[in-house]
């Protein structure tokens, strides 16, 4: 079992930036991949990027550029940091991790981007 905390969301104006950070704690092993995704009021849950431990990455198009995921495997942290963000991106974002057939989630962390 994995648990995940995340921190750093909140309100911020169009062109300002947040750090978004993911703890993990439990049975962690070599080889998984974290990540973060998000969901917006009446759509799916989308990926926004992943990162194994290995520090391979994965981005949506539409965060490219503007975010960067990066992780602390010493704290089995993940971090993502947002800068030049839109009001596209309010979501609630959720940290995740997989590792073989397991995956688990955060609790979410409301990002809210003001025009």
């Known amino acids: 079992q994995v648990q995940l905390v995340e921190s750093g969301g909140g309100l911020v104006q169009a062109g300002g930036s947040l750090r978004l950070s993911c703890a993990a704690s439990?049975?962690?092993?070599?080889?998984?991949?974290m990540g973060w995704y998000r969901q917006a009021p009446g759509k799916q849950r989308e990926m926004v990027a992943t990162i194994t431990s290995g520090g391979s990455t994965v981005y949506a198009d539409s965060v490219k550029g503007r975010f960067t995921i990066s992780r602390d495997n010493a704290k089995n942290t993940v971090y993502l940091q947002m800068n030049s963000l839109k009001p596209e991106d309010t979501a609630v974002y959720y940290c995740n991790f997989k590792f073989i057939h397991y995956e688990n989630w955060g609790q979410g962390t409301q990002v809210t981007v003001s025009s």
């Open positions: 439990g049975s962690i092993f070599s080889g998984n991949t």
